[in-house]
């Protein structure tokens, strides 16, 4: 796997869409990814007149929220996750049932086959889907002054500061913080947070892979990775997919992706 085989992130700014490419993408790629921002979406957030069937599980938490702008934030969080799986399954958002694993990681109860990230850092928040296995997203500003020099022990591995050295400090604060943001979307992907240390792994500055600290491989293309820019080049937004070498078939509909055992009892439930 390759960069190409991410999606271009979509920026999506409203819940009404335009949604087409995010279904599109799953399809072509396996995963799709969309970003927007809190104040775009907060409107729905405040007036979506059905709110509290959108959050299903989630209402008794947001109520329980005190301050307003945290509340609305978690609202806003919450529906980009719903509406863009939705879009990528062509079913109703309302119909998703959103959970969280240990550690907060959400995920779509029933659908055991497709993984979901989520990442906000200022006025972004952005969410990554993908049906072939893991997927972990991160954003950076654009203009976050990350100094090698500081960060490098910290998270660096040897091949990587060997490479960032001797870049023109402009480039070696640009690729810095590139890197960053690719270690936490692979972090993200794996479930590991910060509990997996930034010099136990790296990335080629050119080739973008995945590699052990003393630079040799360490992927055997299972994974892909890539960078994008996000609203107007504001922020830095990476993508992590493994591909898990599940059923690549197209159908992405609803119900053949759905747990069987979770699809008879939905059944079972609405007689």
Not at 14 to 33: I, M
Request: proline fraction near 7%; include cysteine; hydrophobic fraction near 40%.
């Amino acid at each position: 796997m390759n960069e190409q085989r991410i999606s271009t992130p979509i920026h999506v700014p409203r819940p009404a869409g335009p949604w087409q490419g995010v279904h599109e993408n799953l399809t072509r790629t396996g995963n799709a990814v969309v970003h927007t921002t809190w104040g775009e979406w907060l409107p729905a957030a405040l007036t979506a007149p059905r709110l509290r069937r959108l959050l299903g599980r989630d209402w008794t938490r947001y109520r329980r929220i005190p301050d307003a702008t945290v509340r609305f934030r978690f609202v806003a969080a919450r529906l980009l996750m719903k509406h863009t799986a939705a879009a990528a399954l062509r079913v109703d958002p309302e119909t998703l049932d959103l959970a969280y694993r240990l550690g907060g990681r959400p995920y779509l109860r029933g659908f055991d086959q497709i993984d979901l990230s989520l990442t906000h850092t200022g006025d972004l928040m952005a969410v990554g889907l993908s049906r072939h296995g893991r997927i972990g997203v991160d954003a950076e500003p654009a203009d976050r002054r990350m100094r090698f020099d500081l960060l490098q022990a910290q998270m660096c591995t040897p091949t990587e500061a060997a490479e960032l050295a001797p870049l023109p400090e402009r480039e070696q604060t640009a690729q810095t913080l590139r890197l960053w943001t690719l270690k936490e979307a692979y972090t993200k992907a794996l479930g590991q947070g910060m509990r997996l240390g930034f010099t136990e792994f790296g990335f080629g500055l050119r080739s973008g892979r995945l590699l052990a600290p003393d630079g040799s491989p360490a992927t055997r293309g299972e994974w892909a990775f890539a960078t994008h820019p996000a609203l107007g080049g504001r922020y830095l937004l990476s993508v992590a997919c493994h591909d898990a070498g599940l059923d690549p078939a197209d159908d992405t509909s609803a119900r053949t992706m759905l747990d069987p055992g979770f699809l008879a009892a939905m059944a079972h439930h609405q007689h």
